[in-house]
Structure formats: structure tokens, C-alpha cells
């Protein structure tokens, strides 16, 4: 594996998958998503009125990437990552920050369009397959 999918990524590629199929073909079998993403796809597939739409573009997904769970080395890098930006009075939102510990647990590269809550995470690296 070599990247990590946030949720807007994977949103982005089951409403166009044409748009970023050229990075799925550059990495395939080399992309994953965290278990808190494809939970973060769920939830909005089922507050959605057509859920079963939304919940078929996951299941069409899954496939193309491996599901990396959010274990006991994420948890403690999470909690490492989370005292650290406390310290210097940084906060970032939970599920974010657990998006994040997974990619640094398995040195993955985090690619998200949400950049800006990435950003002072340390040690972390990410890219933007969304950006013009």
C-alpha cells in the first residue's frame, strides 16, 4: 500500500469515477481507506433518501481499495498525535485525527481535499488528488 483515501476522495470517486481513474489505474492495489472512512460512506449512505444507491457505489469501491482497521497501533498513535497537538493548542476533529494515525501507522501517503485539518498533524503525508 502507498495511499490512504479520506472520505471526500472516495465521495468524489463514486460520483465521478471518470475524474480520478487515472490515480486509481497509477495505484491500483496499492490504495486503502481506514475502517473509519468506509464507516464515514456508510452513514452517509444511510441518512441519504436513496441509500441504496449510495450504498451499491460503496459496495463497488471495496474492491478497488484494501479496508485497514483502526487497531490498538493506531489507537496509540492517535493518542501520541492528540497530546501532542493539545500541547501546542491545536485540535483536530477525531475522526480526522484516526484517518490520520492509520496513514502514519502504515506510512501511507493520506490523500484528502480536506488538507487544511491535515495540515499540522507531524510526520504525516498527504496529497490532494482533487486540486486543479
Not at 497501533?73 to 498525535?81: D, H, I, L, R, T
Request: hydrophobic content about 45%.
Amino acid at each position: 500500500m502507498t495511499h490512504l483515501l479520506d472520505t471526500n476522495i472516495c465521495s468524489a470517486h463514486m460520483r465521478r469515477p471518470g475524474g480520478l481513474a487515472h490515480y486509481f489505474f497509477q495505484y491500483s492495489g496499492r490504495i486503502a481507506i481506514p475502517s473509519v472512512v468506509l464507516a464515514e460512506l456508510y452513514a452517509g449512505a444511510y441518512k441519504h433518501p436513496n441509500s441504496f444507491r449510495l450504498l451499491t457505489l460503496i459496495a463497488d469501491l471495496l474492491p478497488e481499495v484494501a479496508v485497514l482497521d483502526f487497531d490498538s497501533a493506531c489507537a496509540e498513535q492517535f493518542g501520541k498525535s492528540q497530546g501532542e497537538l493539545w500541547q501546542k493548542g491545536i485540535a483536530v476533529p477525531v475522526p480526522d485525527l484516526m484517518i490520520a494515525s492509520v496513514a502514519l501507522v502504515h506510512d501511507l501517503t493520506l490523500v484528502t481535499h480536506n488538507t487544511a485539518d491535515f495540515c499540522s498533524i507531524p510526520s504525516l503525508r498527504f496529497d490532494d488528488w482533487l486540486r486543479p
